[in-house]
């Protein structure tokens, strides 16, 4: 699903935030991206939404090489993907349902679709009873969890978080972990930053570890 | 390293897009009504702004139509009094009625003349005294002191500024001829004036336009900088360009419309603000002429400039500031 081939990335000014990195995370996999802050753990997240472009390297999403991939196509492989963040990225101005149903909207769904795709994705996190509220009458994890429903809508192939349980409390986090467990079992790849390494340590999934935008060995890095 | 999952079960069906979906006509309507009812909504959320912009848009849209529509009309009106320029000849003293009546009768047959009409010494003097209110003055004089004279009516197709001019120099030249004088002459210097007049209406109207694109262009920029945060939410969950392009193009589209239809509302009640002073004023020349807008070619006019200037506008604001606006 991602693969990175001896990628680096340098940013203009000529600080590297990763140097030649390579691994290859299968279809269906769920895997934990930890290190440092610094690390390069973010670097890693936006190079494989495109956000950032690789410097030195290659990088393949689906067996599809898109180093070199051109700007006007970046939108369709994004909408293959799912984004969480720490801080959700909600828009304020909306109701949860249309918060949730904007990657379909994107995407160009009929009317029909939308609503009934968005409530089964709130049904997913366990909010179908507050479509019609705004996210700032929400809490911390319920707004997570409106994210959450906002990324699995359009049914992606791949799952990225970025600190998805930064804001949470220890029970709440373990929730999301378990939700983005039960995305993996039905066949989403998952790929989660976080630093969290109590959280990770109770889970039994693969963990990259950055350090100083390197690879190293799992463990490695926990001391 | 390798990861591998748990599961290898994923197919790679749904990473190819679903061309069908996006391609429905219906659909991409559905689409379009949505993102300009929403524009809409956001402007009418907007209130006061958006009456204030429409309000600009609208008064520069007024302005340079309804000095167009102002000079259209006096033109119509020096037209129709064009149609009837005639020349008066005024033959010499010595001349008498029958002689003038003999060189009236030649002269009707050039073929640039239509009509030749006399017009004796005592009938001019009648005429003269029934509208200057001099009776009794021109009463106490002992003879009088009015020549003959020849009203001459061009042919049809004789009355612009060269033919007028030739065939007043052709009666000049008579020997009988004091004087030959063109009626009509300011009429068509009007003309020339409201020519020169409808270029500057020409000139204004392009600043204008160019205002009103501007003030467009700096609302929807402003637009584009209030909704950044959405902008790349929707950049970062794979929306294109011309998916967030869109709805500023209509907010531009709308507020064109609006500032026509506030231009049209303006217009019209200018007009029919000057209709009754008009009105009066053209009583007191016996005249029939009314003030002429034309409502809907007027309004069609506008919608169409208001239309192409918002989306251009708007277009140009969302050229230069959207791509400024990239995740990172």
Redesign the interface.
């Given at each position: 699903m991602i693969r990175f081939d001896n990628v680096s990335k340098r940013y203009p000014g000529g600080y590297e935030a990763l140097s030649n990195v390579s691994f290859d995370m299968q279809t269906g996999a769920m895997a934990f991206l930890t290190g440092h802050s610094g690390a390069g753990k973010s670097t890693l997240l936006k190079l494989v939404a495109l956000i950032e472009r690789v410097t030195r390297g290659q990088l393949f999403l689906n067996g599809q090489n898109v180093t070199r991939i051109s700007t006007r196509r970046i939108p369709y492989i994004r909408r293959k993907i799912g984004f969480i963040f720490q801080d959700h990225h909600l828009l304020f101005d909306r109701t949860v349902f249309d918060n949730v149903a904007l990657p379909l909207i994107i995407a160009g769904y009929r009317h029909q679709e939308v609503g009934r795709r968005v409530r089964a994705a709130l049904d997913k996190v366990g909010l179908l009873q507050k479509e019609r509220l705004y996210p700032i009458t929400l809490s911390g994890g319920e707004q997570q969890r409106v994210g959450i429903a906002r990324a699995v809508v359009n049914k992606p192939m791949l799952l990225l978080a970025d600190e998805p349980t930064g804001n949470l409390d220890p029970e709440l986090s373990r929730e999301i972990m378990n939700l983005f467990a039960s995305f993996n079992d039905v066949g989403v790849s998952v790929l989660i930053a976080s630093h969290d390494l109590q959280l990770i340590g109770e889970l039994d999934y693969p963990v990259l570890s950055l350090s100083q935008g390197r690879l190293v060995q799992p463990g490695a890095d926990a001391a | 390293?390798?990861?591998?999952?748990?599961?290898?079960?994923?197919s790679?069906h749904?990473?190819s897009?679903n061309l069908r979906?996006?391609l429905?006509p219906r659909?991409?309507l559905?689409?379009h009504a949505?993102v300009a009812l929403d524009s809409l909504g956001r402007l009418f959320r907007n209130g006061v702004a958006t009456l204030m912009t429409a309000a600009v848009i609208g008064i520069a849209l007024a302005l340079p139509s309804g000095l167009y529509l102002l000079l259209d009309n006096l033109h119509r009106l020096s037209g129709s009094w064009e149609g009837q320029a005639s020349l008066s000849v005024f033959l010499k003293q010595e001349v008498d009625t029958d002689t003038a009546r003999r060189l009236a009768d030649s002269v009707a047959s050039w073929p640039e003349i239509n009509a030749v009409q006399l017009v004796t010494p005592q009938q001019a003097l009648q005429e003269f005294s029934e509208h200057s209110g001099f009776a009794d003055v021109l009463g106490l004089l002992e003879d009088n002191p009015l020549p003959v004279v020849l009203i001459v009516t061009p042919a049809t197709g004789q009355t612009d500024p060269a033919a007028s001019s030739a065939l007043q120099e052709r009666l000049s030249d008579l020997p009988e001829t004091d004087l030959a004088q063109l009626d009509l002459q300011w009429v068509q210097r009007l003309a020339a004036i409201l020519d020169i007049a409808r270029r500057g209406v020409l000139i204004i109207s392009a600043l204008l336009a160019l205002a009103v694109l501007l003030v467009i262009g700096n609302t929807i920029r402003l637009e584009i900088q209030n909704r950044r945060?959405?902008i790349?939410?929707?950049?970062?969950?794979?929306?294109?360009?011309a998916?967030v392009r869109r709805p500023f193009l209509y907010s531009g589209t709308w507020y064109g419309i609006f500032g026509a239809l506030l231009a049209w509302t303006l217009v019209e009640a200018g007009f029919w603000l000057l209709s009754a002073p008009v009105g009066k004023l053209v009583g007191l020349y016996q005249g029939d002429f009314t003030l002429e807008t034309l409502p809907l070619v007027l309004l069609g006019l506008l919608m169409f400039a208001g239309v192409l200037l918002g989306l251009l506008g708007s277009w140009l604001a969302v050229g230069r500031h959207l791509h400024a606006i990239?995740?990172?």
């Open positions: - | 390293m390798r990861l591998s999952g748990k599961n290898q079960r994923h790679r749904h990473w897009t979906r996006l429905s659909t991409f559905q689409r949505q945060e959405e790349l939410v929707t950049k970062l969950i794979g929306a294109t360009n998916f990239e995740p990172s």
